[in-house]
């Protein structure tokens, strides 16, 4: 009775169900614990018996290996402590899962690199394109016309590019049957034949078929790519209802208002300008099915009928996109991507982000900034050029294909032997203060041209002392392996100068005088 009173008073002040679906299903794991080792539990032992309960939930987190995460484990023991707390009347200063093993584990954010960021951008976009082209098709009347129903899929990303959902799976017959001629089947066949056709004959009403899988695939389809829009929590996006939105164009994005339970009144998020004849189109289709619901994404059962549940179930949309090969994205995962998507755009500015995201930058920070290579690389290439006494709109092409001010300023650490940088000998430019490498093709292979050159004026001189081609040999090596081991990228730049060099096909800017030595 004192849980019952504790949950209802937990609906009473505002939590959502979902919230007290939790907790009993945490509560469900904790008695079958204590039935499954014959002991009883009341209100004179609960304390002892959450503390017996957390101890092994730490044994089985920390097995190797482990029967549970570390986080599964505490969220258990937490869910526990709040609810037995407030009947027990503990003090949260003194709660019971402070009194137990169980730690929430260290959160460690990994570096994305830039690879797999561009990974993670390409599968997002090819669930997101599938998903429109998918929502495109599923429309009221091919939802209650014949089927089978076809959907074309753009970019190539499936078979034929094209889906085909016929709702009808049977042992009897296989889909070409359909299509024979009534005299060449069986009796049994026919009957399965007969039957398959009237299922897919045009209907009036879902209620009573299949076709209801075809509405859920929409709506299940429109909530990700809503998330992916407006990068709203899950739980807020599952309980938004129609009549609570308030519409305002603003430039090139469309900002709904809309009530947050948790926050308290309005919150505003916003929506880009092309995604809104989208929207009122899934709006249309959602009025004509569920027209007694007011929810966003409301939900149905497999006879068609207004589902009563609330939660959004992807096992719908999943299979579908593992059966075409397509990536699934979780809604946790597109928030993080659209998160990221903006600071990097923004040129990592948090509090724009966090503005846009409707957070406050100590959450944007915790729960979805990731580290980011390919960010911190612009930072740090934007560091650099701000302290670089060369602006980049002075900068001019060097002799040797590089980038240089014109101003010949000689390194400390340059050898003795070799000549001062003068803007005319090359072999100076490479101990040039002013002188600027280009990070790309064009730029490794003049490098491995000149290295070719020096390397013949080298072999011409017999002699076992080192000379200044020698050194400048090493100097121009050093600089190529560091683009070697920069990148992927920047590794197959140098195979591809080296290989080019080796079949004799030179840098313009060295060509003409390698091919006279050659000659």
Not at 186 to 196: D, F, G, L, P
Request: with cysteine; proline share 4%; glycine share 6%.
């Amino acid at each position: 009775m004192e849980i019952k009173d504790f949950l209802e008073m937990k609906l009473v002040s505002g939590s959502s169900l979902t919230t007290v679906e939790g907790y009993l299903s945490d509560l469900q794991l904790f008695l079958d614990f204590f039935d499954q080792n014959g002991k009883d539990v009341n209100i004179n032992n609960l304390a002892d018996a959450y503390l017996e309960y957390c101890e092994n939930l730490f044994q089985k987190c920390n097995k190797k290996p482990p029967d549970i995460k570390k986080t599964t484990a505490i969220g258990y023991a937490s869910s526990l402590s709040t609810i037995f707390g407030e009947i027990l009347e503990i003090p949260r200063s003194v709660s019971l899962v402070n009194r137990t093993r169980l730690e929430y584990p260290s959160k460690s954010k990994k570096a994305v690199g830039r690879e797999a960021d561009k990974q993670n951008l390409e599968d997002t976009y090819k669930m997101g394109s599938f998903l429109i082209d998918l929502s495109s098709g599923i429309t009221i009347d091919t939802v209650l016309g014949q089927l089978p129903l076809r959907i074309p899929i753009r970019n190539a990303l499936v078979d034929n590019n094209e889906i085909i959902i016929s709702l009808n799976k049977t042992r009897v017959v296989n889909e070409d049957a359909v299509f024979q001629p009534p005299d060449s089947l069986t009796k049994e066949e026919r009957r399965s034949v007969n039957q398959i056709k009237k299922s897919r004959a045009p209907v009036d009403s879902i209620i009573g078929t299949k076709r209801g899988y075809l509405v859920t695939l929409r709506v299940t389809a429109e909530f990700l790519i809503f998330i992916a829009q407006s990068g709203m929590n899950v739980t807020t996006a599952e309980s938004l209802k129609r009549s609570e939105f308030k519409y305002k164009p603003i430039g090139e994005k469309w900002h709904v208002r809309a009530f947050k339970r948790r926050r308290g009144g309005e919150v505003m998020f916003s929506i880009y300008k092309s995604y809104k004849p989208h929207l009122q189109k899934y709006l249309t289709f959602i009025d004509h099915f569920f027209p007694e619901s007011d929810l966003l994404f409301p939900w149905c059962d497999m006879g068609g009928r207004m589902s009563s549940g609330g939660r959004v179930l992807y096992k719908t949309i999943r299979n579908l996109l593992e059966k075409h090969d397509i990536p699934w994205i979780q809604p946790k995962t597109l928030r993080n991507t659209r998160s990221n998507w903006f600071l990097r755009r923004s040129g990592g500015d948090e509090e724009l982000t966090s503005e846009m995201l409707q957070h406050v930058k100590e959450t944007l920070r915790e729960n979805y900034e990731l580290p980011s290579q390919q960010r911190a690389a612009a930072e740090i290439t934007k560091f650099w050029h701000s302290g670089d006494p060369i602006k980049q709109g002075d900068l001019k092409v060097s002799i040797i294909s590089g980038q240089c001010s014109g101003e010949p300023v000689p390194m400390e650490d340059k050898p003795l032997s070799i000549v001062s940088p003068n803007c005319s000998n090359q072999s100076g430019c490479l101990w040039c203060k002013n002188m600027r490498d280009i990070d790309s093709l064009d730029y490794v292979w003049s490098l491995a041209s000149f290295r070719h050159l020096k390397t013949i004026e080298a072999a011409g001189i017999t002699t076992r002392e080192t000379i200044p081609a020698d050194i400048v040999i090493e100097r121009l090596t050093k600089k190529m392996t560091s683009f070697k081991e920069g990148s992927k990228k920047r590794k197959e730049w140098v195979d591809e100068a080296e290989m080019r060099v080796a079949e004799g096909d030179y840098h313009p800017h060295w060509s003409g005088i390698l091919e006279f030595l050659e000659e």
